[in-house]
């Protein structure tokens, strides 16, 4: 029996074909464990990405490597490497502009290189519908993606050289000047101490006479009593007052630490597929996706089952500073009550300077 699994998303859809598992299971979701035929295809492109599972599994892995490459910003060449040897599907990935990606693909069923211009949008689209794919246990449960962290070795400086080099330059000629400044010092004068006037040699005090009992010594007097006087109060500086703003970001972050530490975590996968497309879909809805800043901002979301936003914290400077341009303080739901119980997952929600909102899961996929 044939089974169809469509993955669609507003600029990308994603269709898999295949073979039932098990012929006799009577389940209304059936297991579908092999691949007749894989289709992708993206709006305002009338060409469409077709082939088999080889096909499938080199597209998930090229493009889940080149969106790491985008959300971390170190460069990684893995994505742009030839196929494996006996390999008959090529998929590349290369960005033309900051907001335009070019996808190439050669396939036995598309000898001739297929290329496909996407924006950004686009892109995380595609990223969107594989990651449904791969969160759905009930298609290829054994597709699995092989990343890794990047290598060192791709990590760059990028600060220019001459703004490394003249700090050094500028310490050097500093400690040059203070050496030649102590050069020119005269050394200082010996200093001699004073030595004390001879005073009258005090006599012997009187030895008693033998039987006689020892006369106490006698009590030094007790010092002058000294009343201590209390130091008057230093004034408040204004910096030692925490600003409302402040005081409301410390209680988030108490508040969704509390949450993490005692909160029953959702488990369930595609429970927490759903809730993460509730997540991205009121993002969206609720930003006006025209950002002024420059730099990603990423934070740390709880979501409840319903899809309420309990609770957030910031893993950026910039998620910190422009947090007044989304909408995640409107959007989070305000109780009286504990809600540190209430059984939630956790996503990473990135806000890129390009108008995008990325949500996954804060630990991963789940095995």
Same mark, same amino acid.
């Given at each position: 029996?044939?089974?169809?699994?469509?993955?669609?998303?507003?600029?990308?859809?994603?269709?898999?074909?295949?073979?039932?598992?098990?012929?006799?299971?009577?389940?209304?979701?059936?297991?579908?464990?092999?691949?007749?035929?894989?289709?992708?295809? %993206?709006? *305002?492109?009338?060409?469409?990405?077709?082939? *088999?599972?080889?096909?499938?599994?080199?597209?998930?892995?090229?493009?889940?490597?080149?969106?790491?490459?985008?959300?971390?910003?170190?460069?990684?060449?893995?994505?742009?490497?030839?196929?494996?040897?006996?390999?008959?599907?090529?998929?590349?990935?290369?960005?033309?502009?900051?907001?335009?990606?070019?996808? $190439?693909?050669?396939?036995?069923?598309?000898?001739?290189?297929?290329?496909?211009?996407?924006?950004?949008?686009?892109?995380?689209?595609?990223?969107?519908?594989?990651?449904?794919?791969?969160?759905?246990?009930?298609?290829?449960?054994?597709?699995?993606?092989?990343? +890794?962290?990047? +290598?060192?070795?791709?990590?760059?400086?990028?600060?220019?050289?001459?703004?490394?080099?003249?700090?050094?330059?500028?310490?050097?000629?500093?400690?040059?000047?203070?050496?030649?400044?102590?050069? %020119?010092?005269?050394?200082?004068?010996?200093?001699?101490?004073?030595?004390?006037?001879?005073?009258?040699?005090?006599?012997?005090?009187?030895?008693?006479?033998?039987?006689?009992?020892?006369?106490?010594?006698?009590?030094?007097?007790?010092?002058?009593?000294?009343?201590?006087?209390?130091?008057?109060?230093?004034?408040?500086?204004?910096?030692?007052?925490?600003?409302?703003?402040?005081? $409301?970001?410390?209680?988030?972050?108490?508040?969704?630490?509390?949450?993490?530490?005692?909160?029953?975590?959702?488990?369930?996968?595609?429970?927490?597929?759903?809730?993460?497309?509730?997540?991205?879909?009121?993002?969206?809805?609720?930003?006006?996706?025209?950002?002024? %800043?420059?730099?990603?901002?990423?934070?740390?979301?709880?979501?409840?089952?319903?899809?309420?936003?309990?609770?957030?914290?910031?893993?950026?400077?910039?998620?910190?500073?422009?947090?007044?341009?989304?909408?995640?303080?409107?959007?989070?739901?305000?109780?009286?009550?504990?809600?540190?119980?209430?059984?939630?997952?956790?996503?990473?929600?990135?806000?890129?300077? *390009?108008?995008?909102?990325?949500?996954?899961?804060?630990? *991963?996929?789940?095995?």
């Amino acid at each position: 029996m044939t089974i169809q699994r469509e993955y669609t998303l507003p600029n990308c859809k994603l269709l898999v074909e295949g073979l039932m598992g098990d012929p006799s299971e009577t389940t209304s979701r059936p297991l579908l464990s092999t691949v007749t035929n894989v289709e992708c295809r %993206f709006v *305002g492109h009338d060409a469409a990405l077709i082939g *088999g599972r080889s096909l499938l599994e080199e597209l998930a892995q090229v493009v889940s490597q080149y969106a790491q490459e985008i959300l971390s910003g170190v460069p990684h060449p893995s994505h742009l490497k030839a196929p494996a040897a006996g390999s008959q599907e090529s998929v590349r990935l290369e960005r033309l502009k900051p907001d335009v990606h070019q996808l $190439t693909v050669v396939t036995p069923e598309q000898p001739e290189a297929m290329q496909v211009k996407l924006g950004t949008v686009e892109l995380f689209d595609l990223v969107e519908a594989i990651d449904q794919l791969l969160f759905d246990t009930q298609t290829l449960p054994d597709l699995a993606l092989s990343l +890794s962290p990047v +290598s060192r070795q791709y990590v760059q400086n990028q600060e220019p050289l001459a703004k490394r080099v003249v700090p050094a330059a500028v310490g050097l000629a500093g400690l040059a000047v203070a050496a030649i400044a102590l050069f %020119f010092l005269p050394l200082p004068a010996p200093r001699v101490e004073p030595t004390p006037e001879p005073t009258a040699q005090e006599s012997p005090a009187p030895t008693p006479p033998p039987g006689a009992s020892p006369e106490p010594a006698a009590t030094p007097a007790a010092p002058p009593e000294v009343t201590p006087v209390a130091p008057p109060e230093a004034e408040a500086s204004p910096a030692a007052e925490a600003s409302p703003e402040t005081a $409301t970001d410390a209680a988030e972050v108490e508040s969704l630490d509390a949450a993490i530490a005692n909160g029953s975590v959702i488990t369930d996968l595609d429970q927490l597929a759903q809730i993460q497309q509730q997540l991205r879909t009121q993002l969206d809805d609720a930003w006006d996706n025209s950002p002024d %800043f420059s730099e990603d901002l990423v934070y740390q979301v709880r979501v409840a089952q319903n899809g309420d936003i309990l609770g957030f914290r910031y893993t950026n400077d910039a998620a910190v500073e422009n947090l007044d341009q989304v909408p995640l303080r409107d959007l989070q739901y305000n109780s009286t009550n504990d809600l540190s119980q209430e059984a939630s997952a956790e996503f990473r929600v990135v806000f890129t300077a *390009g108008g995008v909102v990325q949500v996954s899961p804060w630990y *991963g996929r789940p095995q």
